[in-house]
């Protein structure tokens, strides 16, 4: 949940390269934490999904993040068919749920 709930370290006013890089950063503190035991299988494809896309993500895809407006927006956004973003909301459910009380520090 720590690093579900990490702050960015870039302001709003950063370049798309630095938002680019920090979104790196933060894939990769999520990849090493992973997921906890009891995750359901969605919700683990589901945050293995978001996980990858978000280590993929250059310049040009935080344009698309940052003017998505709905759900069809965002799932262009992350390059994902209607299964997987089924398990990445799944897992945006779950980590919502779960991490909700845990302080980021």
Not at 91 to 99: D, H, K, P, S, V
């Amino acid at each position: 949940c720590k690093a579900y709930n990490s702050e960015s370290e870039v302001g709003e006013d950063a370049s798309a390269e630095e938002q680019a890089d920090e979104a790196h950063k933060q894939a990769e503190e999520m990849i090493e934490v992973g997921t906890p035991e009891d995750i359901d299988e969605d919700a683990r494809e589901g945050f293995e999904f978001l996980v990858d896309a978000i280590a993929d993500i250059d310049e040009d895809d935080v344009e698309k993040f940052s003017s998505a407006e709905g759900e069809d927006d965002f799932k262009d956004a992350i390059g994902a068919s209607d299964d997987d973003y089924k398990k990445v909301t799944a897992f945006l459910e779950y980590a919502t749920t779960t991490c909700q009380e845990v302080p980021a520090e």
